[in-house]
């Protein structure tokens, strides 16, 4: 197979794009490094950003005196960053709250990140959306998405979103376009966490994302790109029955695993187990870090990492990266998941399967999700 000129040209200036994004400050001769590109074609790509604005290059001292690394004798060095004057409107869409961060190229938030607690209605949604947009001071280039549900990227179109039936349609988008005065580059929430935990410089190659929210999903990463599948269903875990469990799902469905390990499947538990309707879940969360993972909790523990092991069994993939409210309640409950993946894989035979609790860093996946908007070249 050949690739076009300009397929192979995106595909280097991607993994320019990422670089930069990765390493916070860098220099030319190290991103050719991390890109394995030639020194030119990293020049040609950077030069290009920087006439673009997407770039800034500072003069840097090196530590302990003027001799130069690196560059051409007597030039100082120069340290690249992703910068510019571009500002996107970074919108997270939540089950309870929505999350709006004004942000610059390199995903850092420029203004205390808001949030609202997420209506019922789309023009509901719309009008807070456009309340908060008009706190931050200044135009948005693009405004960058996340949605939780069964997201068609290719139509635009959110197809099926359980816990929030009312976004369910193009009309969000539509929205969300006006409210931000932008137009909007959209992504599925956990696709957006498994794009932020590439961008942070420590993810293997290939790595099966886990997030437990308000939800539960999973998404793919097989050698340094999201796994694409024929449908825009991939990674719905959370969505796997679990014998003997009959408690019903918002998708409609008895026992998806979903309902033992979300927030509220958690909370549903918590409050059988005490025998207190309304424990919350601080009470849960207190409760958890001072006793570890206890008997009401450890079957849901168990359900959950037999359908992390169906995922691994099917993929082949050893990193296993979990993401959200279940694993940042205590250091324990990462280590059992990651204990029971192994115990019901054919990894955990002969194989080491590497579990990671990591993070939520979705600003920073949305931003890779405007690069190729970003990196286009101009018409
Ligand atoms: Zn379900």
């Known amino acids: 197979m050949s690739l076009h000129a300009s397929q192979l040209r995106t595909l280097s200036a991607r993994r320019v794009f990422r670089a930069l994004l990765m390493a916070g ?9 991390a890109t394995h590109l030639s020194a030119v074609t990293v020049g040609k790509i950077v030069d290009e950003m920087l006439g673009r604005g997407l770039v800034r290059e500072e003069e840097t ?39 709006v961060a004004w942000v610059g190229i ?38 960058l998405l996340s949605l939780p549900g069964v997201f068609d990227a290719e139509r635009g179109e959110l197809i099926c979103s359980p816990n929030l039936p009312w976004s369910e349609g193009r009309q969000l988008l539509e929205a969300a376009a006006d409210a931000g005065g932008a137009p909007v580059i959209a992504v599925q929430e956990i696709q957006a ?22 939800g539960v999903g999973g998404a793919v990463m097989t050698g340094g790109e999201l796994l694409h599948s024929p449908l825009p269903l991939c990674g719905e875990l959370g969505h796997t029955g679990v014998h003997g469990n009959r408690r019903r799902c918002a998708c409609g469905a008895v026992g998806c695993l979903e309902t033992l390990v979300s927030r509220q499947g958690l909370l549903q538990s918590f409050q059988a187990a005490s025998g207190s ?22 079957p849901s523990l168990d359900a959950a990492g037999s359908v992390l092991a169906g995922a691994i069994n099917l ?52 931003i890779t999700a405007a690069e190729d908007y970003l990196l286009q070249p101009e018409a």
Request: no cysteine; net charge positive.
């Open 25 to 33: 400050g860098t220099s030319r001769a190290d991103l050719a490094r």
């Open 61 to 99: 001292q090196p530590p302990g005196g003027s001799q130069s690394r690196g560059g051409t004798m007597g030039r100082p060095p120069r340290t690249l960053h992703l910068g510019g004057k571009r500002r996107f409107l970074a919108v997270e869409l939540g089950v309870r709250r929505t999350q």
């Open 106 to 143: 390199d995903g850092t938030p420029l203004l205390p990140i808001q949030s609202f607690p997420t209506p019922e209605s789309v023009s509901d949604w719309r009008t807070k959306l456009a309340e908060m947009r008009l706190t931050f001071d200044g135009h948005a280039d693009r405004m």
């Open 193 to 214: 966490l498994a794009l932020g935990h590439r961008a942070s410089g420590r993810a293997a190659d290939s790595f099966v994302l886990v997030d437990f929210g308000d």
């Open 277 to 298: 309707k309304a424990a919350s879940w601080d009470d849960l969360r207190e409760r958890v870090q001072r006793h570890g993972a206890e008997a009401w909790l450890l």
């Open 315 to 366: 993929l082949g993939i050893q990193s296993l990266v979990l993401t959200g409210d279940l694993p940042g309640l205590h250091p324990d409950i990462g280590r059992i998941l990651t204990e029971r993946a192994v115990q019901h894989s054919l990894i955990g035979r002969f194989g080491k399967l590497d579990g990671e609790v990591a993070p939520r860093r979705r600003i920073q996946g949305l």
